[in-house]
């Protein structure tokens, strides 16, 4: 007797056969979605589309419109992007996965490109989508994946799984190839065709794909030779480290030389904000703005604060003004989709009153600036400043490098700066450490010890500060005199001793669970580090607490 259960799809009930696989439930509602489904959501939990289910459930099928499913399907295009390459140019051939760029994924390889191997890459990836070869989790024994990849030289992958404590591990094959990926993945190749290739360099190529955030389409390439070259700048300092992966991180840590290397990281990060108030000072006779923007959790608080004493050296006086102070009124400010206020916005900022106050102290002016009183949702005025010969304007706000700011005050008297959290190691080849999630790590540790705020307070939030980022600030970074990294190359490890046991707190009723679980598998990846010999000035401290500047 054929046994039936209900389950809940999209807010409607369906009786379906016990012990149906997902993919086969989704199969009914393959129309409904723009892409093809990757995964779903049973009942909140994240499952593969091989899972089958037993009793009554409720089921979200997931694209690549979601962040899962976006996740889901770029390692899965990677890994095409893997065995095409192989097959092309042999077993040794690799693809070593890089740093985020341009809204794609800027990958070098182990060998010399052209732009007519990028094409054959390509066509080869086409064919092995048209095939629809399916992609397979396998369970193995974490000593028997260690040897496989020890044998086929991806020595780095082995050394991964040296710091898994699992007896058993999932890999994925696809044809004749196995690989381990730190996210759920699609069941065959057909689901994976929206993607994109382009030449960057001899050794370089970007892996393009829609995102949630470019109305799920893949972006057109444009060249940001400014950004590429700070990554490049970065990855070039983890190179001469030897400190390229999470392996040689934990290498370090395991040997007991962490300490050294977070002192010379810190003075390395110090020394180039040194130079940046150095060159502001040799534009002295011009320069009397220094504007900073950048995403959610990058450190602008302490950067500019360390700026202003870099530049009080040099025999400057800093006045400090936050662009969140020229708020309109709350009942002025704009409100979203969702008829929330959105302070993201440019228009919540009464520009007005900001371009002619700063004019005003550029002419020599005293000028009454405004505090903006959050609890009242006013502007009050209390502060009085004028700007003498040696002083200069220090303005942070995420609209701070938007060109339609300061219109009426000349380029040259503005010096920009754009600064992020750049992620410069990897997992492994081909799992990189995210920025985003360095900077969610960051934020969720801050925002719980100085606000208390909760694990999943933040990661509520979180997809609005993502997408205001990429409306407010992201377009703009081009826009920086100097961009500066605020990522440290050791900190996911210190990091993981203060965030961890906040993740442990996310029940697995929340919708934020998987998440959660997420962050905490990509955690057990680093060995623990202690934060005694991080410095009272370190970007760090603005995050884990006891900051100089606090």
């Known amino acids: 007797m054929i046994e039936t259960i209900q389950v809940t799809i999209n807010n409607n009930n369906y009786d379906v056969t016990k012990g149906m696989t997902l993919e086969e439930i989704a199969s009914t509602f393959a129309k409904d979605y723009k892409y093809p489904i990757l995964l779903a959501k049973v009942d909140n939990r994240l499952k593969e589309l091989t899972s089958i289910v037993k009793e009554s459930s409720n089921i979200q099928f997931l694209d690549l419109t979601s962040y899962e499913g976006n996740r889901c399907h770029i390692n899965g295009v990677i890994y095409i992007l893997i065995c095409a390459v192989k097959k092309l140019y042999g077993k040794k051939a690799n693809v070593i996965i890089q740093h985020s760029l341009d809204k ?13 191997k990028v094409e ?47 007896t058993f591990i999932h890999l994925y094959r696809l044809g004749n190839y196995y690989n381990y990926f730190y996210s759920f993945m699609a069941t065959s190749t057909e689901k994976l065709k929206s993607y994109d290739l382009t030449y960057i360099k001899e ?32 990855r070039d300092w983890a190179k001469i480290m030897n400190i390229e992966n999470s392996v040689e991180l934990n290498e370090v840590v395991s040997k007991g030389k962490i300490n050294d290397l977070i002192k010379i990281d810190e003075t390395l990060q110090s020394n180039r904000l040194l130079s940046v108030a150095k060159e502001i000072n040799s534009k002295k006779s011009k320069v009397k703005i220094v504007l900073l923007a950048g995403p959610s959790s990058s450190g602008k608080t302490t950067t500019s604060k360390k700026l202003c004493m870099y530049l009080e050296s040099f025999g400057l006086t800093p006045k400090v003004i936050g662009m969140d102070d020229y708020f309109v009124d709350r009942e002025n400010t704009p409100k979203d989709k969702d008829g929330n206020y959105n302070f993201e916005c440019l228009e919540a900022v009464d520009l007005k009153l900001f371009d002619k106050q700063i004019a005003e102290l550029l002419k020599g002016e005293t000028v009454k600036v405004p505090t903006f009183n959050f609890q009242l949702g006013k502007k009050e005025y209390k502060r009085e400043i004028n700007l003498g010969k040696n002083d200069i304007l220090v303005i942070e706000g995420i609209h701070a490098l938007d060109r339609k700011i300061l219109t009426n005050i000349d380029r040259d008297r503005k010096y920009k700066i754009y600064i992020s959290a750049l992620t410069e190691i990897n997992m492994d080849d081909h799992n990189r450490v995210s920025t985003t999630d360095n900077r969610l790590l960051r934020r969720i540790i801050r925002d719980n010890r100085t606000r208390g705020h909760s694990v999943e307070h933040t990661l509520a939030m979180w997809d609005k500060v993502r997408e205001g980022e990429e409306k407010y600030i992201f377009p703009y970074q081009d826009e920086a005199d100097y961009t500066i990294n605020s990522a440290l190359i050791y900190e996911i490890g210190v990091l993981k001793t203060y965030v961890e046991p906040l993740l442990y707190s996310v029940p697995a009723t929340s919708p934020y669970y998987e998440e959660a679980i997420r962050l905490i598998n990509f955690l057990g990846l680093f060995l623990p580090i202690p934060s005694d010999a991080i410095p009272n000035d370190s970007i760090l401290r603005e995050f884990i607490g006891n900051s100089y500047f606090e």
């Open 203 to 234: 050794n370089g190529l970007l892996l393009r794909f829609p995102t949630i955030y470019i109305n799920d389409k893949i972006k057109d390439y444009e060249p940001h030779p400014h950004m590429f070259e700070v990554f490049k700048e970065y």
């Open 120 to 166: 054959a890459i390509k066509e080869t990836m086409n064919d092995i989508i048209k095939a629809d070869m399916p992609i397979t989790r396998v369970t193995i024994d974490r000593i028997e994946a260690m040897n496989y990849f020890e044998s086929i030289g991806d020595h780095t992958k082995a050394g991964v799984l040296r710091y898994n404590t699992n």
């Open 104 to 116: 794609g994924i800027y990958i070098e390889t182990n060998f010399k490109l052209t732009k007519e």
